[in-house]
């Protein structure tokens, strides 16, 4: 039989299913490891289970996040470092999660590529079950796509699903008042958004992701692939604590564009930008980019990754308890009156 008339097979059309099973094989271990109270069925099934009651819920009201990386991914393609990309995926999504008052319970990916590698696949996959364990959410399932033609060749994309619980009567925002405080928790780098206009800084500067970083004793790829903060344990503490009116994820948008988010209408905020030391990356940024800081402040977090919203009263005691946890806090502001975020002082990039 010629080869013009012999039967076609999925694989002579680029799809291995052997490679997707090896990759199960391979991820398994690492998923188990993200078990926790309430997760009822491993990975390989048609749907996920788990079982809020059996997570210590009583009258649990769901919250479910979705998100991406952005163009870091880009990044970690072509420096081949994607260990940490999972991590920011994770991150992206349960700190969003934990901003509404949630516990994060459980997560599913979907990673989509041109033609399965199942090497790369498992180290990024991995990357997420440590993430989910950081954070004690259990990694219950995924879509693994290998699409032919979709994508150029090593290219792959990500998401992420997270969702997490509360009880009833406990979402925040909540009691939101003039003369909060306003407590920004450092980040750990650039996080996960703003990489485009990384990207363009980068050649403007003429530099490869091999060459020296300008701000950090690393190759520049490997800095700034740093991976996002994962805030979820120290955020629960503090709500747990009592005193936290609201939690900000400080993503696309910046300070700028995410606090009031959370802040009810006809309340605003005040932030002295002098009250934290931005990480040496933000500086590297504006200078070699020419960016000015009011466009920093509205696309990277320039140093403060996240921000409690929390009572007067509470503020000393909730900063200790957030510091007992691992984090850096400043005490960057207050809400106001009015609308929208303004800015006294200046970043010291």
């Known amino acids: 039989m010629s080869d013009a008339t012999k039967g076609l097979t999925y694989g002579d059309a680029g799809v291995d299913i052997d490679a997707g099973n090896a990759l199960v094989d391979r991820i398994a271990p690492a998923a188990r490891r993200t078990t926790r109270p309430g997760t009822m069925s491993g990975l390989g099934g048609f749907g996920a289970l788990f079982d809020p009651k059996a997570a210590g819920y009583v009258d649990p009201i769901l919250v479910a996040a979705t998100d991406g990386v952005g163009t870091k991914l880009r990044l970690a393609i072509d420096t081949g470092m994607l260990d940490g990309v999972g991590v920011d995926l994770v991150a992206m999504c349960v700190n969003d999660l934990v901003c509404q008052g949630a516990e994060p319970l459980f997560f599913l990916d979907y990673f989509a590529t041109g033609k399965l590698e199942t090497d790369a696949a498992a180290r990024v996959i991995e990357g997420i079950a440590s993430g989910c364990a950081a954070c004690g959410t259990a990694l219950i399932g995924g879509e693994t796509a290998e699409m032919p033609g979709m994508y150029g060749a090593g290219d792959f994309d990500l998401a992420g699903f997270a969702v997490g619980a509360m009880e009833r009567g406990t ?179």
């Open 171 to 349: 979402a925040l925002p909540a009691e939101v008042a003039e003369g909060d405080i306003l407590l920004g928790l450092a980040s750990n780098g650039v996080h996960s958004n703003g990489f485009s206009l990384v990207r363009r800084v980068a050649e403007r500067a003429g530099l490869s992701w091999d060459d020296p970083a300008p701000f950090a004793d690393a190759p520049l790829g490997a800095a700034l692939l740093a991976s996002t903060r994962l805030y979820v344990g120290p955020a629960l503490a503090a709500i747990r604590a009592g005193g936290v009116h609201a939690l900000a994820h400080i993503t696309g948008g910046g300070l700028t564009e995410n606090l009031p988010r959370v802040l009810p209408e006809g309340l605003g905020a005040t932030i002295d930008l002098a009250s934290w030391q931005p990480e040496p990356v933000f500086g590297w940024l504006a200078h070699s980019g020419g960016i000015a800081e009011r466009e920093m402040l509205k696309t990277f977090n320039c140093g403060i990754g996240m921000v409690a919203v929390v009572a007067p009263d509470r503020a000393d005691a909730l900063t200790d308890l957030l510091v007992e946890r691992g984090e850096r806090v400043f005490r960057i502001g207050t809400v106001t009156g009015g609308q929208g975020v303004r800015y006294e002082g200046a970043l010291a990039l």
